[in-house]
């Protein structure tokens, strides 16, 4: 299982970035469910926050510092996140962290249900 995460990059205050994120399985294991997906971010020096989250019934939780700028959404037919970000100012440079939680698949081994962790993508922020 793989989170596959992409969007983040530099932009200048104001600015505008969307990250995806979608979580990939091998031929041989199938995703029953997802209960909740969500964007986590890190910057330099700081603890690991929430940004936003997503249940797989589309109740949402976000940050307020990020309220009103950054919208999640999902496709859960393609067992994707995304994260539009817009109005960035610096303070939002971080690392950006996918996170699904109690993902529920089929192996061929059984049937197991774990939380997953994207690789972390950079979002810089910067005149």
């Known amino acids: 299982v793989q989170l596959v995460e992409s969007g983040g990059g530099f932009v200048q205050p104001g600015g505008s970035l969307r990250l995806s994120c979608e979580v990939s399985v091998s031929a041989a294991e199938q995703i029953l469910s997802i209960s909740a997906m969500g964007w986590y971010r890190q910057a330099p020096g700081k603890q690991r926050e929430l940004v936003a989250s997503?249940?797989?019934?589309?109740?949402?939780t976000s940050a307020d510092s990020v309220k009103g700028r950054f919208t999640i959404s999902e496709d859960n037919a393609k067992n994707t996140v995304f994260l539009q970000m817009n109005s960035l100012k610096p303070e939002d440079t971080a690392i950006y962290y996918c996170?699904?939680?109690?993902?529920?698949?089929?192996?061929?081994?059984?049937?197991?249900?774990?939380?997953?962790w994207g690789q972390g993508t950079q979002v810089t922020v910067s005149s």
């Open positions: 996170n699904a939680e109690r993902v529920v698949i089929t192996t061929t081994v059984g049937t197991i249900t774990t939380d997953y």
């Open positions: 997503i249940t797989s019934s589309g109740s949402v």
